[in-house]
């Protein structure tokens, strides 16, 4: 079992930034494709940006797009999502998550996931 623990979440005004941090352990790290998921309050968890395992491609959704970078270090076991321009609809869980096949979209192709840290948004 690989687990997975995210760092960084908490309150910030409108417009400001955020470094999430996920630190994974039990496992080889750069064999992963790795993912962050969000979910608001009675909300399905969705998509935000996922990375391939040797960071060549990445993938955002249209809602993050310009405002939100992924990036990885093998060497640390680490993958982190840089959020700039905040916006108070950013405000979620958010989850780090990483897969044993190619990087996708799709929360059911990810085979291990943390237990998310809260996003807060003001305005």
């Known amino acids: 079992q690989v687990q997975l623990v995210e760092s960084g979440g908490g309150l910030v005004q409108a417009g400001g930034s955020l470094r999430l941090s996920c630190g994974a352990s039990g496992g080889t790290f750069s064999t992963y494709a790795m993912g962050w998921f969000r979910q608001a309050p009675g909300k399905e968890r969705e998509f935000a940006v996922a990375i391939s395992r040797g960071s060549l491609r990445t993938s955002y959704a249209d809602s993050v797009k310009g405002r939100f970078t992924i990036s990885r270090d093998n060497a640390n076991n680490t993958v982190y999502l840089q959020m700039d321009n905040l916006k108070p609809e950013d405000t979620a869980v958010y989850y780090c998550?990483?897969?044993?096949?190619?990087?996708?979209?799709?929360?059911?192709?990810?085979?291990?996931w943390g237990q998310g840290t809260q996003v807060t948004v003001s305005s």
């Open positions: 998550a990483a897969a044993r096949g190619p990087m996708n979209r799709s929360p059911e192709s990810y085979d291990y």
